[in-house]
């Protein structure tokens, strides 16, 4: 199927402004519909001379408006970090549950493909590792992050219901955490503060004892996984992720490293619920999709300390969650 007009709610975020910048690159045109809770403009300017972006500053909760042909209808917009949504509780319910139901029916009234953006929280703390798509989940659902895990897990069923239901040509991707240039330095999330901290000289905050495990696949990965999925027939849920597993002191250490940083790393309180484990099992989308991330994590890091060292990226860190 070929996509000539794509709608991208979230395009103006971190790995939806990468997403315009793909669809553009092969030719598209591109609706960006975003409030501008935790995107930013600066993401989309390069994108204008194109003149195949066009950008709407709207709440999805709201109701959604696209007149005219759409092909897919891609659906980002959430509040992703830790910092954010605990700060946005409401609006990430909100927003994975409204929202959700706007992007479906706007893909439905336009017999386009929909392609939902959840995450590995939905496995929560996962008793079962790596984790495969078959695995249900261990989700605390009253707990401060609930508002995001549980928002996301609502929205797969609503998809899965608007595609039995109503027949919507749905995918259902399950990120896990994804790094890389135009992420907020503030925002909360472990890559993106410690190389912020790394750069000023500020001490390097790992939460608990650092032995925590994460995954972390470059953004461009992720692009091209999205891609496949989208132009594949398949419906998911598929993880998306790279399986290379270390925990968050090694991380850090290796940013420190990196940038020729002297920050001392130090140990911080580790937030409530945070998950012990986090590597994907990606073997259904390699088979499915024919998709494997390629980008090694001291190459991704280069990459992205060399964009956070642009001086028109200084802000102050905030404390860290990963
Ligand atoms: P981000 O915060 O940079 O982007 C989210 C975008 O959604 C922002 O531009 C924000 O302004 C917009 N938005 C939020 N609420 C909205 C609303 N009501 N109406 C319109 N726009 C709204 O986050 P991100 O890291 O780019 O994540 C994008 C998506 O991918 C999210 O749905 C997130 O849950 C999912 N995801 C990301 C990761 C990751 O590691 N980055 C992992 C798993 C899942």
């Given at each position: 199927?070929?996509?000539?007009?794509?709608?991208?709610?979230?395009?103006?975020?971190?790995?939806?402004?990468?997403?315009?910048?793909?669809?553009?690159?092969?030719?598209?045109?591109?609706?960006?519909?975003?409030?501008?809770?935790?995107?930013?403009?600066?993401?989309?300017?390069?994108?204008?001379?194109?003149?195949?972006?066009?950008?709407?500053?709207?709440?999805?909760?709201?109701?959604?408006?696209?007149?005219?042909?759409v092909d897919a209808v891609l659906h980002f917009a959430s509040p992703a970090s830790p910092v954010d949504y605990l700060g946005m509780p409401i609006e990430t319910m909100k927003v994975g549950s409204l929202g959700t139901f706007h992007a479906l029916n706007l893909a439905r009234s336009k017999a386009?493909?929909?392609?939902?953006?959840?995450?590995?929280?939905?496995?929560?703390?996962?008793?079962?590792?790596?984790?495969?798509?078959?695995?249900?989940?261990?989700?605390?659902?009253?707990?401060?992050?609930?508002?995001?895990?549980?928002?996301?897990r609502f929205s797969e069923a609503l998809t899965m219901a608007y595609r039995r239901s109503h027949g919507v040509d749905t995918a259902v991707i399950r990120i896990f955490n994804t790094y890389g240039p135009r992420m907020r330095r503030g925002d909360g999330r472990a890559i993106p503060t410690f190389i912020a901290q790394a750069l000023s000289g500020d001490p390097i905050t790992v939460a608990g004892n650092g032995t925590q495990s994460r995954s972390f696949c470059y953004v461009d990965?992720?692009?091209?996984?999205?891609?496949?999925?989208?132009?594949?027939?398949?419906?998911?849920?598929?993880?998306?992720?790279?399986?290379?597993?270390?925990?968050?002191?090694?991380?850090?250490?290796?940013?420190?490293?990196?940038?020729?940083?002297?920050?001392p790393l130090v140990f911080v309180d580790r937030p409530q619920d945070d998950p012990d484990l986090r590597r994907p099992d990606i073997a259904a989308a390699h088979r499915l999709l024919g998709w494997k991330p390629t980008v090694s994590l001291d190459s991704g890091l280069k990459r992205t300390i060399s964009w956070f060292r642009r001086p028109d990226t200084v802000a102050t860190p905030a404390g860290m969650i990963a």
């Open positions: 199927m070929k996509f000539e007009r794509v709608v991208i709610t979230g395009g103006a975020g971190f790995i939806g402004s990468h997403l315009c910048e793909h669809f553009i690159n092969t030719g598209a045109h591109v609706v960006c519909l975003d409030n501008f809770s935790t995107g930013r403009w600066e993401n989309l300017e390069p994108l204008l001379p194109s003149g195949r972006l066009e950008v709407k500053s709207v709440d999805i909760t709201e109701g959604i408006d696209v007149p005219g042909q386009a493909r929909f392609l939902f953006a959840s995450t590995s929280e939905t496995y929560g703390n996962p008793q079962v590792h790596p984790q495969p798509e078959s695995y249900w989940g261990h989700v605390n659902p009253v707990g401060p992050r609930s508002v995001y895990d549980e928002a996301k990965d992720l692009v091209a996984g999205i891609a496949a999925m989208l132009r594949s027939a398949e419906p998911g849920p598929l993880n998306l992720g790279n399986p290379e597993e270390l925990t968050v002191a090694q991380v850090a250490g290796r940013i420190k490293e990196l940038t020729g940083s002297s920050s």
